[in-house]
Every structure is written in C-alpha cells, then in structure tokens.
C-alpha cells in the first residue's frame, strides 16, 4: 500500500454487486469515496450499509457464505488480487464499529495492541509504546482525562470514551481510511456530539466514512454524502445539494422523513 | 373517604389469589429442597457408616489380609494415575479440536460430521468404551492391560464432553472482540491467542475439572483394560506403578470387596465410598472456585 494513489479518491467501487448465500445485499455499487474528506452514507436501515463498508477491509469474508463480484480499490489498488494482504488491507483500513467494542484488557494494550500483533516479540521499546499511546490518546482527546489510569480495563470506561478508545486503537498503525459504522448510534445526545467534534478534528489527516442513519449528523460531519436504497446507491452528491436540491425523487422522499 | 378505602380492599377472588400464591410458592421451596436432601443424606449415611475407619492411615496404607483390613494406597494412587494421565491426553487433543471447529472451521459437510460425531460419542455407554479400548489398544495396538491403555480408553470416553464445553466456552466470548482483532489485521490465531482463549479459560478449565470426576468414578472403561482386583505396591511411594503396570482403582476396589470378598469389615467399602464421594465433591468445588476467580477477573 505504499504506493501514491493516482486518484483523487481513496475507495472506488465498480459494479459492486454481494451475496449472503442467495439474497442480494449490493446491486452495482459504484462509488468513489474522495481522498481525506468525511463522507456520509446514510440510508433506511437494512439498505446495505453496514454490508458495503465491510466490503472495504474485506471482513464480510469472516462469514462463510458471501460472494462478491466487481471491483474494489482502495488507495488505487485492486483488493481482491490474490497478492493482497488481508492483514496489510486492514492495517491501513480502520473500522469502528455500531457499538464500542473495546478489547477486555487495559486501556494502554488497546491501544498498543496493532502494534504487538504487527512487530515480532521483543522488538518493541516501552518508551516506543509509550509514545504511541500517548499520541493517540492525544488525538482522540482522551489524554488528560485518562493519563493517570492507563492500566484500567478499557470496558470500565463510559460508552462515549470507549467509542474514542476504539478509534485511538486504529491510529498507531496509521491508517488511510477510518470507516465508521454508526459510531453514535450507543451514544447519548452529547456524547454523540463529542464523538462528532473527534471526526472533524481528524478530518483531512484520514478519509472517512461514516454510516449513519441521523440526517442531521451527516449534515453536520460530512462533505460529500450517498444515499443507499435497498443495496443500491441511489444518489451520491454533495451533501449540501443531497440534501436541499435531490435529484432523485426517492432522495427526497427519505430526507423528508417518508420512509425508513 | 370510604369510597377510596373500599377500592384496596381484597374482593374474595384476589384473596383466594393469594392464597393459591403462597401454596404455589410452597411447593416449589419443597420440590428444591428434595434435590438437596438425597445428597446430604448419602452424605450423612455414608460418612456415618464409615467413621470407625476413617484416618490418615486408612489412605496411606495398601489392602491387607486378602484385602479385608488396611487402607486403600494402592487404588487411591492408581485412580490419581489413571485420572491424570486420561486427562493429560484428553485435554490438548479437546481443546485444539474444539478450538479449530470454533474458531478456525466454516459450516460445512466436515464440521457437521465432525460435531454429530461428537455428540454421539458424548452419547456412548461407559461399557462400550471398555470392549472399545480393550480392542484398540490392549489387543491391538499391544499395549496389553495397562495404565497406559486404560487411560487412553479413559480419554477417549471424556473427550466428547470436553469438546463440547470448550466449544460452549469458546462460543460465549463475544464476536465483537475478534473483529476488533481482525480490524487492526491480527490474523486468527492471533485473536485466539491474546483475546479469545485468555476470555474462555475459565469454562474450558471448569469443563476439564469436572472429567475428573467422571474418569475417577467409571469402573467400566479400565475393568478390562488396565484395572485389576488386587496388586501389591511399595507403601508411601509416589511412583510406585509404570506406564505399563496394571494398577489397582477405588471404583474397581469398591466393587471387588462389596461383591466377590467374603467377611469384609462393614465399615470397609463405605471407607471407599467417603473417598470416592468427596474426591467427587472436592473437584467440583474447585471447578466452582477456578470459575468464580477467573470470572472476577474479566468483566465486559
Ligand atoms: N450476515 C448476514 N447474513 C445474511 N444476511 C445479512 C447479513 N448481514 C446483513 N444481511 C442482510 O443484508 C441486508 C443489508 O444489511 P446491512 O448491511 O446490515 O444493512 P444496514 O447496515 O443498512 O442496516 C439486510 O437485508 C440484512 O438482512
Ligand atoms: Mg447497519
């Protein structure tokens, strides 16, 4: 992945079509998500989201039963030649899921976590660990707030810290792409709003995806947005002409609220 | 005012109610009770028989007198050998299948093959086990009867079921943690290394404990591969059977003096019985401990 992208955009799809045994999930998704912008992808629940984000680090696969056909690139480079590395792919393509899903171990090996799988034993300096905690805690915010406890369990923290763990996890393997699953939708109102305020802070350094079924967040976060519509994308702008000038008949039907 | 007060007062249809309530509740505290009254009873009856010979030297001292008086060294120490070493077998050979069908395996022909084989196996009567391992590896494999081939026959009787809890324990750690995992690239093994095995330890190991039970109370499986009736061990010695020595078993040593010794001291086989029952009692309340320990430790 260390190759420049030629491309303005950091995921594209090409007639993406997925199966979860014989029902059709993803009918000729093709879509270009741009390069270290947010992106919101909002649609009735049901409609493919979560299907199509998990398309992009290829974790669908985890489940025995799916087929994919079409074409992914991430970073300009075809995902599913057989040359592809999974672990590479998912080191560079971060998830964070609907509910915070912090590992049952301290704070500070959440985050260091990626790094110990990814060096081999006894190569890694304590202050190196150190630094990269410090760094993505920083990041995320959670520093001052957490410095003095690191070696709590991470599940001890409240649902909106936990979210921010989960994404301060992904960044010492410094990740292109951050995908974003409903992140808030566990949160309260001000947390969520907190969780908000950490994606337009790293908005530019990463490209984002978020999934969200909140309209007014996706106003709020992102620049360009898609709407999915039973597996297929119905509509894909800018989010401020998605949202007060839709082309299509079926977008405005959803943002005024008549369906979903 | 009376008007409010009469709208609280029990009509006779809620008192009758009530009434059939509390019978209700009643029954119910009995039906409990009855599962815990047999088992102090057996307790109390047996402990009560056996009280004159209960001691230290009872357990340290071999079968003596066409094994009418003395102790029960030598099948204590061969049912620890047997339970050992079928457990020593038994477990890796367990926990890495059901690790594999858990973690590793998709849902296909094999790994339906594999768990209805599992199951039937759980299913098997314990004699069948024997003529099994009788079969296999005293006559076959040429083991003879032995320590060794009575164990492996043991092993292969608890082997079922520590697959099955291990596959329980394994399946009760949350998805969501080995996709946090696969997320930041950690291959499978490494989820099951660092995430899922340290979170499943406790019912895996609860799941062994309790075969220790099971593989010290069968008499069956080493009555014709390995147990025998009698044989004479040095006392106070740790080692003092082979792998490939016949040994002597409390299970196997109970039925011999209740049914095929003459004038055997009354006290005797409920000596045995105390031993067996709280080496019973003994292990599950560890497995109860190791559990409740391990589990205070991991919370999510
Ligand atoms: N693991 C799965 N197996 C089978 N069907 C699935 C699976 N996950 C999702 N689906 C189906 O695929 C469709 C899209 O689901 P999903 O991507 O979760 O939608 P969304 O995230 O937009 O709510 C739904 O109809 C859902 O029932
Ligand atoms: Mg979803």
Redesign the pocket.
Known sequence: MSTVAPSIFSIETKDLNLW??S?Q?LKNVSVNIRHGQISALI????????????CFNRINES?G??TTKGEIKILGQNIYTPDTSLIELRKAVGMVFQRPNPLPISIYENVVFGLRIHSSYGTLKKSKLDDAVEKALREVSLWDGLKDRLHTRATTLQLEQQQKLCIARLLPLKPEIILM??PCSALDTEATLGIEELMLSLAGRYTMLI?THNMAQARRVSQECAF?LL?EVVEHARTEDLFLTPREPRTADYIEGRYG | MNDHHAVFQATPLTRRKQCSEVIAMVVFLLMTSLIVLPLLLIVGYLVYQAWPILSLDFLLTSPKHGMRAGGIWSPLLGTVYLVVLSLVIATPIGVLAAVFLNEYARDNWFTRIVNLAVINLAGVPSIVHALFGLGAFVLFAGLGKSILAASLTLAIMTLPVIIASTNEALAAVPMAFREACWNVGATRWQTIRHIVLPNSMSGILTGVILQVSRAAGETAPIMFTGAVFFKAIREGHLFAYGLFDQCMALSMHLFTISTQVPDVPKALPYGIAVVLLSTVLAVNALAIIVRVYLRSRKKW
Do not use: H, I, N, Q
């Open positions: 979860y045994g029902f999930a649609g009735p629940s049901g409609c493919g989201k979560t299907t199509l984000l998990r489940y039963y799916v699953d409903e999934v999915m597996g």
